[in-house]
């Protein structure tokens, strides 16, 4: 049998997840199995979608911010690669930069299409996203993303991401529409803002379209803000002003979870003044401790992530997909049946009203009936029959276009619709148009369905014991 696209790239994400992490791996499969309920039921499409290429297997760390806050400085200091990003106080690498391991001793640097060709990154989404701004999203693709590779040990089953600022002005919206599915998609993110510009609009600008999206959202904690250059800010202002109006900033985007730091890059820093030279260095250094300790973090906490996903998804289908293509069934069906029922009633009491007209009677329609030959009446039976089997029929397709129709306004979320409509359409053919009346499961479900779903949530708690043993950070998740 012919391999899908989708097997060949998850063939090639489990070889590169068996060098990394092999409960992973496992768990790939386990993503497969979902696949196979849901294309069963209609609701993912066989050729194109896959549970298991939702997720984004690698651990990702994207640094965002400001305009020359530092960010480039701030990852070649990481990597210890002074060469890897350009940095300077012009927009000198207006491209987002993705960084990855490689054994090869030079720096490398890939076109975007590089990046669709690799399994670990969740990047196909991207060009999608693009396709939004810009009509040639395909060629334009290399305007936006380059791909690094950097031999940092480091940077070992993660992957970087460094971002142009928000100031530039042109290629703007796509530059915000990917930054937000870089944060969507990242485990840890760094947002920077610049200390020697604490407020003007840049700034806001930053809080507004980052972190005002984020407020809410469940996984908040993977935000780390960075108040960074404190050493010139050191030598002009009063650090503790500034903090302060940055703090101000941030909470009154209604920011109040997260964690803030406040560093100064080491490398490439001004002479400190006396008085506060030690406090300074000392806040920067442990803070830029901790920052390096999460980003090392991130691979554990991925693990837990993509487990965590898996149970999302199978509890998502058991309890909100499944019940909703029930639903629909359950609609379509009773729409059938009290149309029919109406017609029968309107059809008994036309009749009534025609005999009550002409004088006929149901006995003398019966006698009627009873003096006709077996050959005319088993026409007329016949008739009956193919007349009423084609109305069942096209009752029954109008009904479903009716529902299908409902559901384009019913449900907002594109995906889900989408899956929905070929779902409820896996449901509405012929045999289960003729025989309606007693349908009672959508296509695909039945009690083994239900016990294969039971079986893949059992399995989730086997792989969090599994993980906790492998980390022996038993919480595995954060101190
Ligand atoms: N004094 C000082 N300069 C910094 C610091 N971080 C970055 N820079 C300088 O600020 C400029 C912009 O840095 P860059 O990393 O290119 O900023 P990006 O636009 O955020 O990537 C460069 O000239 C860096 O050398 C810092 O903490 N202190
Ligand atoms: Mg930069």
Known sequence: MAQTQIEVRLKNLKEHLKKEN???????DKFRELDKIAYKLGYL????????????????????????????????????????????????????????????????????????????????????????????????????????????????????????????????SSTLRISQHIV??????????????????????????????????PDSNKFLYILNQMDITAQEDNPEEVVAAWMRALSQTGLVTGRFYRTFNPDVSVELPENV?????????TDMQDIHARMEQIGVERSYRVIGMLEHITKDLEQNI??????????????????????????????????AATDYTWSGAWQHL??????????????????????????????????????????????TREGLTRAFNKNTGTWNKLFIWFVEQPVGWSRKTQQRLNEILGSVNSYVQKLNDQFTNPSGKEN
């Not at 039976?381 to 559901?407: C, M, N, P, R, S």
Request: aromatic share 8%; with cysteine.
């Open 370 to 415: 009873s003096s006709l030959g077996t050959a005319s009446l088993g026409a007329i039976a016949a008739l009956l029959f193919v007349v009423g089997l084609w109305l069942h029929l096209k009752i029954g397709d109008i009904a479903a276009e009716k529902i299908l129709e409902q559901l384009q306004t019913e449900v907002v979320d594109e995906t």
């Open 184 to 217: 969507d998609l990242s485990d840890l993110v760094l947002v920077f803002f610049d200390a020697r510009h604490p407020e003007p609009g840049a700034m806001r600008d930053t809080l507004e379209h980052l972190v005002s999206k984020t407020l809410d959202r």
């Open 277 to 285: 030279k030690e406090r300074l260095e000392k806040k920067s250094t």
């Open 45 to 172: 499409n066989p050729d194109k979608q896959s549970y298991a290429i939702r997720v984004s297997w690698w651990p990702m760390i994207s640094v965002l911010g400001t305009y020359s806050a530092g960010k480039s400085t701030f990852i070649n200091h990481y990597l210890e690669q002074p060469e890897l990003q350009r940095t300077g106080t012009h927009a000198v690498d207006d491209k987002f930069s993705i960084i990855c391991f490689s054994n090869n001793e030079e720096v490398t640097t890939l076109p975007a299409t590089a990046i669709d060709a690799d399994p670990r990154f969740p990047f196909y989404k991207i060009s999608k996203d693009l396709d939004d701004v810009a009509d040639d999203a395909e060629q334009r693709l290399d305007a936006y993303l380059q791909l690094k590779t950097c031999p940092s040990e480091k940077l070992r089953g993660k992957i970087l991401i460094d971002s142009p600022g928000f100031d530039a002005d042109n290629q703007r």
């Open 22 to 28: 092999n409960i992973l791996c496992e768990v790939v």
């Open 322 to 355: 499944v019940p909703q293509i029930k639903g629909l069934l359950q609609r379509w069906k009773s729409k059938v049946i009290w149309t029919e029922i109406t017609l029968d009633f309107l059809l008994l009491i036309f009749a009534a009203l025609w005999f």
